[in-house]
């Protein structure tokens, strides 16, 4: 008997879920250069408070539910799944590596996670666990930064066409990105979020239904990012030359 309304209770729970999952079209991957937090705040970026430091790379910043019917993503869409850090326990290093604010003042991790998965994870009809692991593996498989070295766009201080960059995550993905930008030294734009689109099962990269409107002239910034720059405030000398 206990078995069977072992059973009963789980049927009635995954009913609950199902009826409160909310439709959507796609999921927007959007990853962080993090050297454009480093162009802004006086050129301050900063370590997370309980957090490793970031890999020297494009960083996961949000996996948002879209909803083109609303052309906005879904937001808080159920309450029934608190937060519980203990559940990401398996992927905790590719969090601290690939999942960090390195906004100043310096922010936590946690708290970082946790506004994630209230805002969108809820409405992503993943759990938690999955949710995190779905936006580190589809991050992995992107490989931005080397899609765009692929191309010869290189985190440099060069000025590189916005269009090129869009080509090269192209090349490699097979669909286009949004691309945003900005405004750092240099009175110029510079590289800051890619936006990539996400079939709703979590795993297949799509041509975006929608994208966002970019913030970037035809030529942008490509900024370095190296972890001695945490913590660290930089002068940028007005007289260098930009290609």
């Not at 069977?4 to 991957?29: E, K, M, Q, S, W």
């Not at 705040?41 to 910043?61: I, N, R, W």
């Not at 290093?93 to 922010?107: D, F, L, R, V």
């Amino acid at each position: 008997m206990a078995a069977r309304g072992t059973i009963t209770l789980c049927l009635i729970l995954g009913l609950l879920a199902a009826a409160n999952a909310v439709p959507f079209d796609f999921f927007y991957l959007v990853l962080k250069w993090p050297g454009s937090s480093c162009t802004v705040s006086d050129g301050k970026c900063c370590v997370p408070k309980d957090g490793g430091y970031p890999a020297e790379d494009f960083l996961v910043e949000s996996f948002q539910p879209f909803d083109v019917s609303i052309n906005k993503p879904l937001v808080s869409c159920r309450n029934s799944e608190p937060f519980d850090i203990d559940k990401l326990d398996p992927i905790e290093n590719s969090i601290n590596n690939y999942w960090s604010n390195i906004a100043c003042p310096p922010s936590s991790t946690v708290s970082t996670l946790k506004s994630a998965w209230k805002s969108y994870g809820v409405c992503s009809r993943l759990e938690q666990l999955d949710y995190f692991k779905a936006a580190l593996e589809l991050r992995t498989q992107a490989d931005v930064l080397g899609a765009l070295t692929d191309q010869g766009i290189m985190p440099v201080l060069d000025m590189y066409s916005l269009d090129k960059i869009k080509w090269a995550v192209k090349q490699k993905l097979g669909v286009t990105p949004g691309v945003l930008c900005n405004d750092g030294p240099f009175a110029k734009q510079h590289l800051d979020k890619v936006y990539i689109c996400v079939d709703t099962d979590a795993k297949t990269f799509i041509e975006c239904p929608k994208l966002p409107a970019t913030t970037c002239t035809e030529s942008i910034i490509f900024h370095p990012f190296y972890t001695w720059m945490l913590n660290g405030t930089f002068a940028y000398d007005s007289k260098i030359m930009l290609n």
